[in-house]
């Protein structure tokens, strides 16, 4: 069976969204699951959605393209369609698969959703690799061997090219670095504290406000944990009704 993409077409004008729409006829697999003519209504598609793509202009009134992709969680994979061709750097800087001025060129779209089709499957078998948190894994730190299940592990930190992991009382070093470690994490129950760390959801005792409109994190065992601006805003987005 042919793989299917989610896709969320995001521009405040209305003939803009449909030539991307009618240059999507082409690729059935594709599959437009929504459209939004501003960030804020973008930002409410994207998390009940969860889109595997996103065809993003950058001027909008209010937020701009760049300013909703700072709001998100999860960033899912973007391609900008843009009136103006001087934002390719800043785009590709926030990791975009491809930048396309308008008008669309046939050629030039076709291109593109070869870049994404191929980016996307990269994803979906990444996905299949996901360490299911039953799983027990074999660690080796130094003389020291540990098979454990990855529920077990509460907390991930970061330190230069090692990771510590902590479980039950004990703290292990692995030779990987944290977004090594993250790509094979389910992000179902793993998240993303800030650049250091990364906690398992299911040992959260309290979450209390921080300054700044930031959050912080007490696990079950005492440890605190502070929350980047950016993952508190994720974290709320993630876990909101």
Same mark, same amino acid.
């Given at each position: 069976?042919?793989?299917?993409?989610?896709?969320?077409?995001?521009?405040?004008?209305?003939?803009?969204?449909?030539?991307?729409?009618?240059? $999507?006829?082409?690729?059935?697999?594709?599959?437009?699951?929504?459209?939004? %003519? %501003?960030?804020?209504?973008?930002? @409410?598609?994207?998390?009940?959605?969860?889109?595997?793509?996103? /065809? $993003?202009?950058?001027?909008?009134?209010?937020?701009?393209? /760049?300013?909703?992709? *700072?709001?998100?969680?999860?960033?899912? *994979?973007?391609?900008?369609?843009?009136?103006?061709?001087?934002?390719?750097?800043?785009?590709?800087?926030?990791?975009?698969?491809?930048?396309?001025?308008?008008?669309?060129?046939?050629?030039?779209?076709?291109?593109?959703?070869?870049?994404?089709?191929?980016?996307?499957?990269?994803?979906?078998?990444?996905?299949?690799?996901?360490?299911?948190?039953?799983?027990?894994?074999?660690?080796?730190?130094?003389?020291?061997?540990?098979?454990?299940?990855?529920? *077990?592990?509460?907390?991930?930190?970061?330190?230069?090219?090692?990771?510590? $992991?902590? !479980?039950?009382?004990?703290?292990?070093?692995?030779?990987?670095?944290?977004?090594?470690?993250?790509?094979?994490?389910?992000? %179902?129950? /793993?998240?993303?504290?800030?650049?250091?760390?990364?906690? @398992?959801?299911?040992?959260?005792?309290?979450?209390?406000?921080? !300054?700044?409109?930031?959050?912080?994190?007490?696990?079950?065992?005492?440890?605190?944990?502070?929350?980047?601006?950016?993952?508190?805003?994720? /974290?709320? %987005?993630?876990?909101?009704?």
């Amino acid at each position: 069976m042919k793989d299917r993409f989610t896709t969320l077409i995001i521009d405040d004008e209305r003939l803009a969204r449909e030539e991307v729409r009618r240059a $999507l006829e082409d690729y059935p697999e594709f599959e437009i699951v929504g459209e939004a %003519n %501003n960030a804020e209504v973008a930002i @409410n598609l994207i998390e009940n959605e969860q889109p595997d793509i996103i /065809f $993003l202009d950058i001027h909008m009134p209010g937020k701009s393209g /760049f300013d909703l992709l *700072e709001e998100l969680g999860t960033v899912p *994979e973007v391609v900008f369609t843009t009136a103006y061709d001087h934002y390719a750097v800043q785009a590709f800087e926030v990791n975009a698969l491809d930048y396309l001025v308008k008008p669309l060129r046939e050629e030039r779209f076709a291109k593109t959703i070869e870049k994404v089709k191929s980016e996307l499957q990269k994803n979906k078998e990444a996905q299949k690799a996901l360490l299911a948190s039953h799983q027990k894994i074999f660690i080796k730190d130094g003389e020291k061997v540990y098979f454990i299940a990855l529920a *077990e592990i509460r907390l991930v930190e970061s330190l230069d090219n090692y990771v510590r $992991l902590y !479980f039950g009382d004990q703290k292990a070093m692995v030779k990987r670095s944290l977004n090594q470690l993250e790509e094979k994490l389910d992000p %179902n129950t /793993f998240f993303r504290a800030n650049r250091g760390q990364i906690i @398992n959801t299911e040992y959260i005792k309290e979450i209390q406000p921080y !300054f700044n409109n930031k959050l912080r994190i007490v696990l079950t065992t005492g440890e605190t944990i502070d929350l980047s601006t950016r993952q508190s805003v994720a /974290f709320k %987005n993630r876990n909101s009704l």
